[in-house]
């Protein structure tokens, strides 16, 4: 059986960083605190909470704690979650994926500057959250195609179009050619992260010459969920898995070729366990 893993696969620059940043403060400070999970990866968090660092979901749940340190999670947070922090003295620690502040230094100036601001991608996702928090929530969520077509603003108004970094890029292409066909004075800001783009098509093209495709991240990862559609519209025979664990190999037993890729959040440990099993236990 041949195995292909896409070279861009697992820890993406932004999950990388904020992880080695969590790790140093468990190594240097107790009363250590992720707000939200710090990525989507529960393997990653458990050992993070077997180091003594604890998840907590809102700003008032450390408050009355001595000492806290707080530690802003890649997906970044809205503007008055940072003030919120500060009024109860607590140390920050912003390990925000610099990709993502960029946008939020770009929807804020955009805004004050008289821009109608538009955030393509999952008005549920962390990210997007916190990217809207950053213009007062003054802006629109598009996701889809369908969304895009309600959108009617007047025609002399000036707007200022950003992505959440993990976006499809294949969908916000769609998002925009179908506003520009609207005669929008439209500023679009292609803040699809790179590295997502790279990650995307290399999926897509292994899938497209896979028998069958695996596809390893978290459940509640937007950017590996992404990765699942892209996959399985090249290869019926995709599967979308969390740890070596989910893996039944016996359903790959009659394919010739198989592919391997990885949402952002995927340790490199776990891919390559995977990629062993499958290329071991034939």
């Known amino acids: 059986m041949k195995v292909t893993v896409a070279d861009s696969a697992g820890f993406c620059f932004g999950v990388k960083r904020a992880v080695q940043m969590v790790y140093e ?23 993070m909470e077997q180091k003594g660092v604890q998840v907590i979901e ?35 620690v912003d390990a925000t994926c610099p990709f993502v502040k960029k946008i939020h230094q770009i929807v804020m100036e955009k805004r004050e500057q008289g821009y109608e601001i538009i955030v393509v991608g999952d008005p549920s996702h962390p990210e997007v959250q916190g990217i809207c928090g950053w213009c007062s929530n003054e802006c629109t969520v598009m996701e889809t ?17 950003v992505a959440q970094t993990t976006f499809n890029y294949k969908k916000f292409e769609d998002i925009v050619d179908l506003l520009a066909k609207k005669s929008y004075d439209i500023l679009v800001m292609n803040t699809i ?11 897509g093209t292994i899938a497209s010459q896979s028998d069958a495709m695996i596809v390893i991240g978290g459940k509640h990862s937007s950017n590996t969920q992404k990765l699942y ?27 010739r070729s198989v592919g391997i890729t990885a949402g ?3 340790p490199n440990n776990i891919i390559k366990e995977v990629q062993s099993y499958v290329r071991h236990e034939q």
């Open 25 to 47: 403060e468990a190594k240097n400070n107790r009363n250590v605190y992720t707000l939200g999970p710090i990525i989507h990866n529960e393997q990653v968090v458990q050992d």
């Open 58 to 92: 809102k700003p008032e749940d450390v408050k009355d704690i001595p000492d806290a340190t707080v530690i802003i999670r890649s997906h970044g947070v809205p503007k008055e979650v940072y003030e919120k922090l500060q009024l109860y003295g607590v140390k920050i």
């Open 145 to 161: 195609r369908q969304d895009a077509d309600k959108y009617d603003r007047d025609r002399s108004c000036k707007i200022c179009l």
């Open 193 to 203: 992260c790179n590295a997502t783009e790279v990650r995307q098509t290399e999926a």
């Open 229 to 255: 559609e892209i996959c399985k519209a090249e290869c019926e025979n995709t599967h979308f898995i969390q740890t070596l664990d989910d893996l039944d190999l016996k359903r790959f037993q009659s394919f």
């Open 264 to 266: 952002a959040s995927t």
